[in-house]
């Protein structure tokens, strides 16, 4: 089935709802995939991910939404504020992978395309960084490398159920079903008592900030530069409130407008990756908002093949070592992560970040060595190495 492009931008702006957003993926126009297609298709990655993910991060887990989401509201104390921050670290880190594959697959990284992902990267950096911040403020610890998930694999919580996310070079097909899913606004008619949005959960967090009004700790929290973003250690509750309105701004706009943010007009994560999408800026019409602007030309990319279930198997000696290389950063990267909110502070958090900007090297030579056995390259597989025990 070909692209439609008369078909509706968007409804009505509303809050994601991680469940909800099945049908705006499911209601878009299949695009048709390019030359450079690659040899495992996304359907072969979720069919095989499914027994190997649905054990470790069951929606019924401990650590799940739902689970979070059932305990009365005047029992949500500091305990229950720990346990659902924790969740929270989880689901913004699982976005960065998948975001800096599509990223770092665009061959002119001066392209507006790249532009707009490597912006919403960082966004998503900032806001794990915040919800670290408030993990610590409530005296918590981050746990974030045993947070890491495993692509393709759920999003972590048991928030999306049936929708797989999984790793690949930029697509159309990318885009939708990853991309625009995980940061997808509440579509109404899919809506389930069942799987609370993530919206919901956002509030649920505040409400109990509210409500307990913890005594907020200082120390251990981080001050970083982040991109564009300053990151800062939340003090009261009005730097709770302000906090959990900018993670949810950035990626969703408000109420009332997919542009409006704190500090500039660029459209939030949802309709950006929209216009890539679509492949036309949003503008407001009579009819509500719509992808009619000006063109957003997709971009030349990498063909890097979607990784299956498991990562890469029977690889060339030079493409294990190069995936042995990325992990082993990204481990770090990790690790660094977790020293920082461990009484490291900014220092440590900004060695991790400079790692983090040299795991491009080794992705785009993975992304530029051809599958022997198929069409499309290799990637990275983000596995996080756990250290020897001594």
Known sequence: MGEDPDEPAVAPFKRRSFLASAA??????????GPAQAAVSPADVTAGAAAAQAPA???????????????????????????????????????IPPYLCGWWSVKDQRSEVARMIRRIVGDEMYHLGIVCNLLVAVGGRPQIKAAAPVYPGPLPGGVRAGVTVYLSGLTKPFVRDVMMAIEAPEVSLARSVASPTVGEFYDAMLGAFRAVRPDLSVRGQVTQ????DELRPVRTLDDVEHAIEIIREQGEGTDSSPIDSF????????????????????????????????????????????????????????????????DAMYSTVLDSLDAAWAGGGHRTLGAGIRT??????????????GIPSGRGTYGPQFHALRRPRR
Do not use: C, K
């Open 24 to 33: 705006v993926a499911a209601g878009a126009p299949t695009a048709v995939a």
């Open 57 to 95: 991060q069951s929606a019924a887990g401990p650590g799940s939404v739902a689970r979070l989401m059932a305990v009365p509201a005047d029992s949500r104390g500091v305990a229950w504020l720990r346990s659902a921050l924790q969740v929270a670290v989880g689901l913004e880190l699982s976005t």
């Open 225 to 228: 530069h982040i991109d564009s």
């Open 263 to 326: 500090s500039d007009d660029r459209p939030a994560h949802y309709y950006a990756f929209g216009e890539i999408y679509h492949g036309r800026e949003l503008r407001r019409t009579d009819d509500g908002w719509r992808f009619v602007g000006p063109p957003v030309p997709f971009p030349d990319v990498r063909p890097m093949a979607p990784v299956p279930a498991g990562g890469w198997r029977d690889t060339p000696a030079h493409v294990g070592g190069l995936l042995f290389r990325f």
């Open 356 to 369: 983090m900007r040299g795991l491009q090297n080794p992705a785009v030579e993975l992304m530029e060595t």
